[in-house]
Structure formats: structure tokens, C-alpha cells
């Protein structure tokens, strides 16, 4: 089952740079488990200067690991429905 990560970068335009940035780094985290584990993300759905990224459950771990090393950008939330992922990235004020 797959969760949606809320993630919210400085500025829309940093959002593809966000999305390469965070699937690097979470390949470098999870190694040779990338692979076993199946992993991947998948953008969803782009609002202002938020996306919501689905990634596998048992991934999910690595993806967090990723963020903390991106410092334009930082995960608001992970949900575990796209539903709930498109409305909380609606509602939720902005960080930045």
C-alpha cells in the first residue's frame, strides 16, 4: 500500500529540482535495497509551491532520510490516501 509525502519546496520553480534531488538521494540512502524493496516515486499532484510524491510503505523510511538533506524543502506531511494527501495540500498554510 503507498503513502503520499506533502513535500513544499522555496519556490514552484524548485519543484522538479526538489522531486530529482529527493529520488537521488534516497537511491543513495537505500543502496541495494532500492531494488529489492521495489521503490520508486511518483508525482501525483503539483499546487503552488507543494507536491505530493507517492512512494511505497516499506520506502517511505528512506524518502524521510532524503529530505532532511534537502534544505530548500521540507515534508509537511505523509498520508496514507491521495484523497486526503490533495486536500491537506490545499488546506495546510504555507511554510515558506
Given amino acids: 500500500m503507498p503513502r503520499y509525502m506533502i513535500i513544499e519546496a522555496r519556490s514552484r520553480d524548485a519543484l522538479p529540482q526538489v522531486y530529482r534531488e529527493l529520488v537521488i538521494k534516497t537511491r543513495g540512502i537505500a543502496g541495494i535495497n532500492w ?6 516515486a511518483l508525482p501525483v499532484f503539483i499546487y503552488a509551491n507543494r507536491i505530493v510524491v507517492k512512494v511505497p510503505t516499506n520506502c517511505i523510511k528512506w524518502f524521510r532520510a532524503a529530505m532532511i538533506s534537502i534544505d530548500y524543502a521540507i515534508t509537511i506531511r505523509v498520508t496514507g490516501t491521495a484523497k486526503k494527501a490533495k486536500a491537506q495540500a490545499l488546506s495546510i498554510p504555507s511554510i515558506f
Fill in 35 to 40: 531494488d529489492s524493496n521495489r521503490c520508486y
